[in-house]
DNA sequence: TCTTATCTCCTTACGCCGTACGGAGTTCGT
DNA sequence: ACGAACTCCGTACGGCGTAAGGAGATAAGA
């Protein structure tokens, strides 16, 4: 699968349509919609048959409209991912809450945001596969952004700081939830369960795979599988990092506090 | 970007494929090429121009033979990105090296997996792209696995902790190097440097942004900007994350360890 | 040696995709 | 009343993965 890719023309543009300004008077005939309709034709359609089944004539057709008309609308399909990037970002707790902590301390906090992003991926699994060089800047991606860094501050750790521990929360969820999601879809990706799968290539393995060559990955594949009942356990890799990951957090958080 | 995925067809075939059986002698023609030459092809294509100039028609022309002869050595373009996918693994550096620690401590050894990791991604910047539900059991994937178990392997951890660290460090790297190759791609791809996309979204962006709606993202932002001088510092984010993440690693360990 | 099954390789074609181009009809400022 | 600016659409182009089937080569079995 080749990722779609986000902000492609030009970055004035795209941030005007992010932040959706209110069109005034203009000649010509009223739009039908606004943008924000078409980002969320495209929502449903990727959150329900993912990124590849979305195409301009798919999200046209769900608006009633011909394909070409969405580019009045958008510039392109890039620009309308960005969008629908931004969109779904919306949908994060957004506490604007004090900014000396709420609840519980900074652990707890940062916890709940790892989940919150956990969360966030598996109702938009789309979300995983789109590549964020330079994120679109809008509102809700800023927001969110504020929205993770007050898990972290007036906790002794310096800006950017700060903003190290968010990137590294951010990256091992993206991860985390990529192998969740993973698992999730391959059976009705593949039209295959776990079990048939190993019955197809069981056998053909048996022949080939030699335990003596790789005794760790034999030993450890064995007792993983055994106590997951598959061959990952995406939600117990979560926790299990997330755990190891603040603990490493509170390390440095100790040593900054002295 | 829509991702590519692994893996749709016949696990069987699949598998057979990935083991490379010597094909016994038969009737027809000799095949012009081994599978592996295809799969080389495509990968020399998806290094340099990406996955998504990754088309079955190029590979062909690449190799001199027409799109439809690919087919008699790949059942479909899915199974082509698992052969490329177990084809790059092959480039770790495979220790076989004794099971009782090697070089330092379990810490410089997973650290050095980490790294290696990192680096690969980077040479190959599509594997972050490619979707691995049931990730292609191909000889290189395993090898791969026993040879990240190694780090871990005899410091006091159970089979199952081990799996776990060794998922927990694939993950963060996986993000972090999708960051990293994220930002070093962007200028390429969008044409844009980053002080020319901020000169043309800057003025746009001054309009619409109210600094103290978020507060902290601007302090942290700002603060973050001026010392990576960029947006990011993706080499920076890798290296701070590693390090919070082996520290909780170590905690784990001391605990197992009493 | 001849037949036949099976292989490689090819051409053609189908239904998708993103989107360039240009035309028709509508609505505003003047 | 005009003309500019807009929305919407039909058509078309060059890409994609791959289904279908044909031509020629090569092996095993008779």
Do not use: C
Not at 141 to 156: I, N, T
Not at 177 to 192: E, H, I
């Amino acid at each position: 699968m080749t990722t779609d890719f986000t902000g492609g023309g030009d970055p004035r543009r795209s941030i005007e349509l992010l932040w959706g300004l209110p069109p005034g008077p203009r000649p010509g005939p009223k739009p039908r919609f606004a943008v924000a309709d078409v980002a969320a034709a495209a929502v449903e359609i990727a959150d329900a048959d993912g990124l590849g089944a979305l195409s301009m004539r798919r999200v046209a057709e769900r608006l009633g409209v011909s394909a070409m008309s969405l580019y009045t609308y958008v510039p392109g399909k890039a620009e309308l991912i960005d969008l629908m990037f931004d969109r779904v970002l919306a949908e994060a707790p957004r506490d604007t809450v004090p900014l000396d902590e709420a609840s519980g301390g900074w652990r707890d906090r940062l916890e709940a945001i790892a989940r919150q992003n956990f969360a966030l991926y598996q109702r938009h699994p789309w979300l995983l596969q789109v590549a964020t060089s330079r994120p679109p800047l809008g509102p809700n991606v800023v927001a969110k952004y504020d929205h993770d860094l007050r898990a972290v501050d007036g906790v002794g750790l310096g800006d950017v700081e700060m903003d190290l521990v968010v990137q590294m929360v951010g990256d091992f969820v993206h991860g985390a939830a990529r192998t969740a999601v993973a698992a999730t879809q391959v059976a009705q990706r593949t039209g295959l369960t776990d079990e048939e799968w190993w019955e197809r290539a069981g056998p053909a393995l048996a022949k080939v795979y030699d335990p003596d060559a790789t005794p760790i990955a034999t030993r450890v594949g064995a007792a993983a599988g055994a106590e997951y009942n598959a061959a990952v356990d995406p939600s117990r890799a979560f926790e299990f990092g997330l755990a190891r990951l603040l603990d490493g957090v509170a390390a440095l958080i100790e040593r900054a506090t002295g």
